[in-house]
């Protein structure tokens, strides 16, 4: 069964930081260009950072450059991502998700392959 799961979400201050983590089970997820997607209340699901299959290459949203950090690692079969310097802005439902055998940075919400059921981040100023 394919699952990809977050956690680390919570409840935190403005200037605080978190560690999020995604654990995939399932499918080989070294095949996988990884992405975090966002959601706030009334609003879209956007891009926060992508990642390659290697981990090598990332893309990060603007709104979140220099503060949100992406990795992986394929021999445990998870993404992370650390915020820091959290923003009230911040606060979303945030998601994981996979691309198959794509060999860039992926982060085009409709071609997702895998989803997460998402964990929720609260940012209070």
């Known amino acids: 069964q394919v699952q990809l799961v977050e956690s680390g979400g919570g409840a935190v201050q403005a200037g605080g930081s978190l560690r999020l983590s995604c654990a995939a089970s399932?499918?080989?997820?070294?095949?996988?260009?990884v992405a975090w997607f966002r959601q706030a209340p009334w609003k879209d699901c956007n891009v926060v950072a992508a990642?390659?299959?290697?981990?090598?290459?990332?893309v990060y949203a603007d709104s979140v450059k220099g503060r949100f950090t992406i990795s992986r690692d394929n021999a445990n079969n998870t993404m992370y991502r650390k915020m820091n310097s959290l923003k009230p802005e911040d606060t979303a439902v945030y998601y994981c998700?996979?691309?198959?055998?794509?060999?860039?940075?992926?982060?085009?919400?409709?071609?997702?392959?895998?989803w997460g059921k998402g964990t929720l981040v609260t940012v209070s100023s």
């Open positions: 998700a996979a691309k198959a055998w794509y060999n860039g940075p992926y982060y085009q919400e409709n071609g997702m392959d895998y």
């Open positions: 990642l390659t299959k290697s981990g090598e290459t990332t």
């Open positions: 399932g499918f080989t997820f070294g095949n996988f260009a």
